[in-house]
């Protein structure tokens, strides 16, 4: 394992790059996203401190998602080939994670799925533009805006 500094804007992977490594956030902020057809950024996953982000596809094939860092940040990268994995919480804490989002993109309303957002990254909602959120969550910028503002209204 090999722990480098990433200024902001640094892509770490492109999407189409053969798939080797994780990486796990010391210090900053990385993002993970792919982009469609008519060139607009859905976001992935989000990874700030102590958490682990990754392209999921094995080894030898491109992988699917571009990594970059939203803020200048310490990351150790971790090699996937290799056997033994010393984190299995960690993988299992991520894997439950996208889980949840998953079931809640494919069944929960916007303000929902803005206050889970809120809970899984409570330290990272002042650190990233409202679009990207909105792009995390599934839904345009005037939607998310629209969800606090329904939240605000029920507190």
Sequence with gaps: MKQIHVKK????????????NGYLVISGL????????????HIFMFAPENWTIADAPNTHNSCH???????DSVVIIKDKTLKKTTDTQLLFN???????RVIMLMSSSAIERYEHFIETYTDI????PQ???ASYLGITPE????????KMRRQ
Excluded at 30 to 41: A, I, V
Excluded at 125 to 128: E, T
């Design 30 to 41: 990385l993002r993970s996203y792919s982009m469609d057809q008519k060139g607009k950024e």
């Design 125 to 128: 909602a002042q650190r990233v």
């Design 143 to 150: 939607a998310l805006s629209k969800a606090k503002g329904d």
């Design 131 to 133: 679009k990207m959120i």
């Design 65 to 71: 998602l571009t990594i970059d860092a939203l803020e």
């Design 9 to 20: 804007g640094e892509i770490l992977q492109k999407s189409g790059d053969v798939n080797r």
């Design 94 to 100: 991520r894997i439950g994670v996208l889980q949840t």
